[in-house]
């Protein structure tokens, strides 16, 4: 079988698929106030068509899947969609990205899946605040999903996005949550993807001011053992039953590694997070791609993978990064 190698050896086996621009919340960090400019429902890629992408993708070595936005639960059938992807026996994982707004009556169903894990987006413990940065009062509809989470099959992880003047003070907070439960806490370093770059970023919060603040507050840390190309460098208090890990997301210390590719809600092909986007896949499939067609194309196209995030930056045609998260995919 065909694997999507790249030219500096890396072996691609992770899609980041977005199946909606669509958010019914508005986090700060992600898009103005007002909103982006969704794009009409005729333009998304349909669930046959990413059900397609993500099969010919699997047949040439793709084995785990995360389902992102916007927020995946806006879109209508998102479930149905989930149930079909569980029945592609190349998959060995599918994991989810939501804000745990509209999860809650769906995990029963998830857990029948092939559903591995949730990551669950969370940005402070507290109710005024959460509602600062999300611009919606849906904070207790959230923490009812974190508890079902703790209490269901499925792994649990919270993606805490650090943001400078709003919850910095929160972090050991969040670690206090891996005292008593079997949770991983992921700390984001804070991208300029909030739609048109305009929230100020007065002071940085990256991975070494992240973890000297953990550090110097607790006595004793242990690194955990991750994969490779895990985005995270992982850590533990001692004692503690759960984890947390740090996600170098804007400095980009873990490119080396990489394993992912990344499909937008539109169909935009991309090889990092970071570039432009380098062909629409969806016109590719509407204008009568096979299968072969693809596979020759996806193998083709991720041989030219840049080796990190940086030399993908320098390379946009369309200038600095500055699009929404929700375009982007989370």
Not at 66 to 87: A, N, Y
Not at 233 to 244: A, I, L, R, T
């Amino acid at each position: 079988m065909d694997k999507l190698l790249d030219k500096h050896g890396r072996q691609i086996s992770y899609l980041r698929l977005a199946v909606t621009d669509r958010c019914n919340l508005r986090c700060q960090y992600c898009m103005p106030e007002k909103g982006i400019d969704i794009v009409d429902r005729k333009e998304l890629l349909s669930y046959k068509e990413m059900y397609r992408i993500s099969r010919v993708l699997s047949e040439l070595g793709v084995d785990k899947i995360r389902l992102t936005g916007g927020e995946p639960f806006v879109r209508k059938d998102f479930v149905k969609f989930l149930e079909s992807l569980s029945f592609n026996q190349y998959l060995k994982e599918i994991n989810i990205t939501t804000n745990g707004a509209l999860i809650a009556n769906h995990i029963d169903e998830l857990e029948k899946m092939k559903i591995n894990a949730v990551n669950l987006s969370i940005d402070s413990l507290d109710r005024k605040k959460f509602f600062e940065i999300t611009r919606r009062d849906v904070f207790p509809k959230v923490m009812d999903t974190y508890n079902q989470l703790l209490q269901s099959e499925l792994k649990l992880k919270l993606n805490v996005v650090i943001q400078s003047g709003f919850n910095t003070d929160e972090i050991i907070d969040f670690i206090e949550l891996t005292k008593n439960d079997k949770v991983s806490v992921r700390f984001i370093e804070e991208m300029p993807f909030n739609g048109k770059g305009l929230r100020q970023v007065k002071e940085v919060w990256n991975y070494n001011k992240i973890f000297g603040k953990i550090n110097s507050h607790f006595d004793t840390i242990s690194s955990v053992l991750s994969d490779k190309s895990s985005t995270s460098k992982n850590f533990k208090v001692d004692g503690y039953k759960g984890s947390f890990g740090i996600i170098p997301a804007f400095t980009r210390t873990i490119c080396n590694d990489c394993n992912r590719i990344r499909i937008t809600a539109t169909g935009l092909f991309k090889n990092c997070l970071f570039d432009d986007g380098v062909f629409n896949l969806k016109e590719f499939i509407r204008k009568g791609a096979s299968d072969d067609d693809m596979k020759e194309l996806f193998i083709k196209t991720v041989h030219k993978k840049p080796k990190n995030g940086f030399i993908a930056e320098a390379n946009r045609a369309s200038g600095n990064v500055s699009e929404s998260m929700s375009t982007i995919g989370g």
